[in-house]
């Protein structure tokens, strides 16, 4: 099955990327493929590399860096929440890459499911 | 072709289980995930909300959800399936498309 | 891969379902959500536009949105026919429960029942709930 | 003393409402603000929450928010006072401490 | 202003509550709320930690986070009494009807009444709900 | 009356941040006192300077750099918060400044009144 996969809110406040992380790791696993994993909304924090969380607790940042780099799972950034909330490509974490809104509907119309992580 | 619900708020909080409830027709799935799974609870003020449809729609929770809100021992609604996240994924495939109602 | 350009795009058409759940303003869902809408059109694509719960709020007509000092961008949603949007739906029970009628929204939608609207969405190919 | 108590989630989508009042105490005040404006319209499903206690607690609701959603136009519950920001500080001042149900 | 140092405040002592009403792990609040508690402990401020709605399950025992891979700061609760804050209450009307009882809890709390909350939480000099 | 206030959530995706902000103002122009505006939660995203929202909307980062230039606001930006969500010094828009929690306990101390705005 091809999946996209839509993150509406930040790291931390909401349990929301952490589910989609555990939802697309597992996908993964099952060796499904993963059209897109776009970033919407609060979504654009996932990709901010200075996140800095106590050494106690995950990292979702770099937990998304990893799975793009070991998988090769491509990870867009909506370029106008992004604007917005002040994410800009010098502040993109690895594997991140900001791009237009047009990449979500993409992944709707290619993936065989789109599955929405928010708030 | 039936549609995969998703629920990840506490029916305590907000009404959004009984939207979904509202919109799901008979034969769909809805999948509790997050603070979504507090309604798996039995015995609550809010379980009669899933047994009223118990039968004509297939009830999921997230087990890693329910453990971690350390409800592993509490008694949940009679025919409600845990699931991992695997389990997750095989649902999002076995049904036509997913509502995720936030 | 680049920016998709949709003049280029042939792929299949699906069935996009927009679910508008949220009330404007209180959260930035709505805004972002028709922003998402607009998009979607452009690539001519089967799309549908659902006004359900709060979200019947959003196209509430009168918006006066100068005391806090946000934008009103209930007149977009005026644009949605312009852009071949032609399938505008508000769920029944959500606008009673909310005291409005057809009278009180900002642009003509087909008001459906429960039972219709989940009928409806049951055939989408994909959808998306803001 | 008395409290004041701000709401600002709509009373469609959540509890909060219910919860802010089940702990309010007669001679408080209520403050309706950003979504939780909606619970001021008169003849909603939600209207009795604010209506049934009425007189023993003082309702507010701030006219930005209620401008902006578009509700200038409709009936609200009797008795409840609109502000703006200025009269919220007021208000702030007025009673003894502030509550926000968020 | 510089770093606050508790042991050089001299200023009143004020009746602090704090009102935790949301569910652990489905949002940061829980977790951030504490942090905010331990914080006040420090400055001999008259500290009250209440438990209300689906703060209840803030205090539920036996979580297990592994399969979430989230910190379960649940054991935190039981630091509260290290920090003398010593004045812990959860709302009965919560517990009842979330199904729970004190022996679900992981740390012993005073039950209220909605009333008796409702007199605790009119005495406060600062409310800070999370 | 002398004013704390309390900001739990970003600019843009939660009104609580502008609602926070007319009150403030309103508040200033009333002649009360602001012992200090603490950004707590995704509170601390009001202080990214890099936010660049469309023309035609509100600017709530410059919004607050404003009332602190005009009224000698403080502005204080929780650090454990900051750093799980990666904002930083670098990132700080003119007149906040990054401190400890006890700022914000600190506030309700002195403060006749704290007023919280989130979600």
Known sequence: MKLGILVNEGPFTHQASDSAYQFTKAAIEKGHEIVRVFFYHDGVGNANKLADPPSDDRNLVSLWSQLAEEHGVEMVVCVAAAMRRGINDELLAAGFKISGLGQLVEAGIIGDRLVTFGD | ?????????????????????RLAKDGSAVLLIEDGVYAALEGTSASDEIISRNGSIKFFALGPDIEARGLSEKPLIDGLTLVDYAGFVDLVEEYSSVQSWL | MEDFDDDE???PIKKFMYVNRKAPYG??????????VLITAAFDQDVSMVFVDDGVFQIKKDQET?????????????ALEGYDVEKVYAEKESLEARGLSGDDLVIPVE???SAELAELMDAQDVIVSF
């Open chain 3, 27 to 36: 959260t930035v869902y709505a805004l972002e959500g028709l922003e998402v």
């Open chain 3, 66 to 78: 100068t005391g806090i000092n946000m934008k009103n961008f209930s007149p977009t949603y005026r």
């Open chain 3, 9 to 11: 795009f042939d792929g």
């Open chain 3, 111 to 113: 008001v459906l029942s």
């Open chain 2, 1 to 21: 072709m039936a549609l995969l619900h998703t629920v990840n708020k506490s029916p305590f909080e907000r009404n959004v289980l009984s939207d979904c409830l």
